[in-house]
């Protein structure tokens, strides 16, 4: 399964964003996305998840009730909707697939897309 993630960019507090990450190749597998992010020193951390139906979707403390995820598997696709955007949300966001259930966990992801930069500024 390769990801490519797409979206990111430049945005002003307060303002708002939408990924997408497009899988292809061997997707007819029930694959669950996760989305993380890792900020410059830091380590890359969870933001959120979706399962295969899109009936079970979690996202992290820091961005709940700001950040959503949604899938469209007609078109391989998932988004995350970023809203009220906050320069501590600055980071390459990365988008990942699993098999089975979703989770918080990136080690369970076995695949990854190569990050898109989203850029928060005060």
């Known amino acids: 399964v390769q990801l490519q993630a797409s979206g990111g960019g430049l945005v002003q507090a307060g303002g708002s964003m939408r990924l997408s990450c497009a899988a292809s190749?061997?997707?007819?597998?029930?694959?669950?996305m996760g989305w993380f992010r890792q900020a410059p020193g830091k380590e890359r951390e969870f933001v959120g998840s979706i399962n295969w139906s899109g009936g079970r979707v979690e996202t992290s403390d820091s961005v709940k009730g700001r950040f959503t995820i949604s899938r469209d598997n007609a078109k391989n696709t998932v988004y995350l909707q970023m809203n009220s955007l906050k320069p501590e949300d600055t980071a390459v966001y990365y988008c990942?697939?699993?098999?089975?259930?979703?989770?918080?966990?990136?080690?369970?992801?076995?695949?990854w897309g190569q990050g898109t930069q989203v850029t928060v500024s005060s």
């Open positions: 990942a697939a699993k098999v089975g259930g979703s989770s918080w966990s990136q080690t369970m992801y076995r695949y």
């Open positions: 190749g061997r997707t007819s597998s029930s694959y669950s």
